[in-house]
């Protein structure tokens, strides 16, 4: 007898009537039409079941903070930096923990199972480091919590940075970050590139950096990025996020950088929510909306995903742990509105973050852990458009979370009863 077996799935790639038979949390058949006796059965009535979504992108120490000790009234990335300065030496572990725990909460009721979050390694004290590092063993059961060293005060500018985030390495950090951009020079910034690839390249560690988060055209480095990886044969495990001068950059220029990322197959996210927020707050008008240029770096075949990055935080005062959400805005700011573009911008909440985080085992196919979300959504498309509601959300083969269906009752005389919101 199965553990489970899902009826009547649409899947993200379009096949429809589908059953998937779980067994010992792992996904052992998927084919059409299966019946089989399982101990849990759940007709999906033709709806979409997609792998779980996967945030590439966030910062988990400093979620759910917003308004301490005060607002970021500018809303500027430099205000919030600065705010996240005064709020640090108030910060304890329990109240880091207990934030951090809320907002997994959050995540598994949307669906959300697997996060990569950066942490502030700029205090000798690592205590957002320690904190973080309890959480991830807290939420090992439901979510996987990824975590990257980040040396916020930058690593060369800051006293000890570097000494920090090897620190925070040696208790158990994943991925090894950093801020180029943010350092005091250009030179120091490309300083800091070289330095902190070494440095993964030495211990087997991802990489993954805040790069080129600016509006100046002249920020490149994440051309110094793509030389490490390529220097050090770090291909496919390192990732430039924000990249947001390139928005700015001119198309030459682009022209030249975008085959030296694919070159180094370096991965890419793009912050959509955050981005539009943040960038172009020196501008009038028009002013520039800052996200990366995203359909162009997919169609050079690079992997590219979408963060949530910030919710309720120094830096934005939105969010709610939905990666459909930041799908929704990508699309928009990248205008990507056709079918193909659609569909890759769901990609970029699942399959494409997953494979930055190279995470073991993702996916509807057999051998696969089995976790995955039922949307109320007949396909990807339809998902985004109405950030659909998870009706049911598995980990392992074992139910985590649900939701009901978002049903309104009319009373218009002629008219059904009631409307559900999808296209059928």
């Given amino acids: 007898m199965l553990d489970l077996l899902i009826t009547h799935a649409t899947l993200p790639d379009g096949r429809q009537n589908m059953s998937i038979a779980v067994q010992g949390g792992r996904i052992a058949e998927v084919t059409e039409g299966l019946q089989a006796p399982a101990h849990e059965t759940v007709d999906a009535g033709g709806l979409l079941v997609s792998p779980p979504f996967v945030d590439a992108h966030f910062h988990m120490d400093s979620t759910l903070s917003y308004g301490q000790p005060r607002v970021n009234e500018s809303g500027t990335l430099l205000e919030g930096i600065a705010l996240w300065g005064e709020l640090k030496p108030t910060l304890t572990h329990d109240a880091i923990v207990q934030r951090a725990l809320q907002y997994c909460d959050m995540a598994v009721a949307r669906g959300l199972l697997a996060v990569r979050s950066h942490v502030d390694t700029s205090h000798p004290s690592l205590l957002p480091v320690e904190a973080l590092l309890d959480v991830k063993l807290r939420v090992a059961p439901y979510l996987d919590l990824q975590l990257v060293a980040f040396p916020q005060d930058g690593v060369l500018r800051a006293p000890g940075g570097l000494d920090n985030l090897k620190r925070a390495l040696e208790l158990g950090v994943d991925v090894v970050g950093g801020i180029p951009h943010f350092e005091r020079t250009m030179a ?21 950096m805040h790069c080129d988060e600016s509006d100046d055209p002249h920020s490149r480095h994440v051309e110094t990025l793509a030389y490490e990886t390529q220097r050090l044969g770090l291909h496919g495990r390192v990732t430039g996020s924000h990249l947001t001068s390139m928005h700015s950059m001119d198309n030459y220029y682009v022209s030249k950088l975008i085959p030296l ?92 973050p997953a494979r930055l985080l190279g995470l073991e085992g993702y996916g509807i196919a057999p051998g696969c852990h089995a976790d995955f979300v039922l949307l109320h959504a007949s396909n990807p498309v339809e998902a985004i458009r109405l950030r659909a509601a998870r009706l049911g959300v598995w980990r392992r083969g074992r139910r985590v979370a649900s939701s009901p269906a978002p049903v309104a009752q009319l009373q218009l005389p002629g008219r059904p009863e009631s409307v559900n919101f999808t296209s059928n």
């Avoid at 120091?188 to 993954?208: F, T």
């Fill in 188 to 208: 120091q910034g490309a300083e800091s590139v070289k330095i902190l690839c070494e440095l993964a390249a030495e211990r087997g560690k991802r990489v993954d």
């Fill in 261 to 352: 990322m694919a070159e180094a197959d370096l991965g890419v996210v793009a912050n959509p929510l955050i981005n539009i927020t943040l960038q172009g707050r020196h501008d009038t008008y028009p002013k520039r909306r800052g996200m990366t240029r995203v359909p162009e770096l997919m169609a050079a075949g690079l992997t590219v995903a979408f963060g949530h990055d910030c919710v309720l935080d120094p830096w934005y005062s939105g969010g709610s742990a939905d990666m459909l959400e930041a799908a929704h805005m990508g699309l928009h700011v990248g205008q990507m509105t056709s079918q193909a573009g659609m569909r890759q911008c769901f990609d970029a909440v699942t399959v494409n």
